[in-house]
């Protein structure tokens, strides 16, 4: 079941790193764009770190709201999330 777990979050992260380098490359050409929705989904369903990461590595949408703070307040949830998940199981 852990393995599971970690291989899905593993390659969502992936692949929201892939969808941001992707899009960013596309920007640069003046292309058709990724839908921010769908950027933002991968975040929403685990892939919020590399997310995150991309968004940095390829300064892309860095200044660009509300996207940024969207993807800022997943990204806590999330966080809080696991620290809740970790405190229950240690109490």
Known sequence: MILALVCYLLAV???????FRRDKAL????????RESTLLWLAVAGGSPGAIWARRRFRHKTRKQPFAGRLDRIAMVQAGGVVGLVVTLLI
């Open 13 to 19: 992260n992936f692949a929201a790193v892939v969808a």
């Open 27 to 34: 920007a640069v050409r003046g292309a058709r764009r990724t």
